[in-house]
């Protein structure tokens, strides 16, 4: 992905949808990345990026109990090197010179659990898309 050897063995070829969905935040420059695959895109192209939201609900709260614990896959996959924000997302792709057409909050599962509980988790997702949020998806292209 950051290697421009290996878009440059692409031999000039343009793609009309180039896709990194749950890869960015793996990468240690994912600007990078973005830059050297912009230059794959066709003149119509875009991207379809699908980052995951740190800023949940669920990790706020465990923030506030002072847990940062890494685990085999979700959130705080032990393999990723970058986490993100709605905020620092959208800086990533203005940074990579981006122009947003589209955006969706992707949300989690309904919440389970007692009543009480399902009631609180969906009170606080009511509250705000944002930090309900499991995962931001946009659609882009080259703002050039």
Known sequence: MTDPGAWSALAGRRYDAIVFCHVLEHLTDPLLALRLA???LSARGRFVI????????????????GRW????????????VCFYTHKTALELMDRAGLRIEREAFLAGLPPSGNAVRRTLVGAMRSLSSVASAQAFLFVAAPAG
Do not use: F, K
Request: glycine content about 4%; proline content about 3%; cysteine-free.
């Open 38 to 40: 912009s230059e794959r």
């Open 50 to 65: 699908v980052l995951p939201n740190v800023a949940t609900w669920r990790m706020r709260w465990l923030l506030l109990q």
């Open 69 to 80: 614990d890494y685990a085999d896959e979700g959130i705080l996959d032990r393999t990723h």
